[in-house]
């Protein structure tokens, strides 16, 4: 399992660690924001997951899981059609949220997704060496200005 934040040494050459982790993993787990589709390189990864799916003829469910953390509207119309785990309702900075039982709602729901995963995982077409790495063409979703606090 790649996780940028845990698996980037100081040091590490990252454009090609990232690009590695994309060709050898079997899903994606991300986090899907407007800023998201506003970063090149996560949206590399994502075109690179939508050509494997296309290439391995995947239709009835994909290679992404997305957790949508953020009002979809201004993401791009391909990524709409993908149903994704909403925790928009618990996105909260504030200690008390984890002594809440909305906390625990969250939990059940991020069981959910370990369950989807798991079975996107075992559905996953076996690996490939020629699994495309899909550069980014420009076609971000606009710049969200974000309101003062």
């Known amino acids: 399992m790649f996780v940028d934040v845990e698996t980037l040494e100081i040091g ?3 454009p090609d660690k990232l690009q590695a982790a994309i060709k050898v993993s079997r899903c994606m787990v991300s986090v899907w924001s407007p800023l998201y589709f506003q ?3 996560c949206v590399s990864e994502w075109k690179s997951f939508l050509e ?3 290439r391995a ?6 290679l992404i899981a997305p957790v949508c953390f953020h009002d979809g509207e201004h993401f791009p ?3 709409k059609l993908v149903q994704s785990l ?3 309702a618990y996105a909260s900075a504030l200690p008390a949220f984890w002594l809440s039982p909305r906390s625990l709602e969250l939990e059940d729901r991020i069981k959910k997704l370990a369950g989807s995963v798991a079975k996107i995982i075992h559905a996953a077409p076996a690996f490939r060496p020629d699994w495309p790495i899909v550069e980014a063409d420009g076609a971000i979703a606009p710049r969200i ?3 003062r606090l």
Do not use: C, F, N, T
């Open 145 to 147: 200005p974000l309101g």
């Open 86 to 88: 909403d925790v928009r």
């Open 12 to 14: 590490s050459r990252w």
């Open 57 to 62: 003829d995947i239709v009835s469910h994909g």
């Open 52 to 54: 494997r799916e296309k």
């Open 39 to 41: 970063s090149s390189w």
């Open 77 to 79: 119309a391909e990524a």
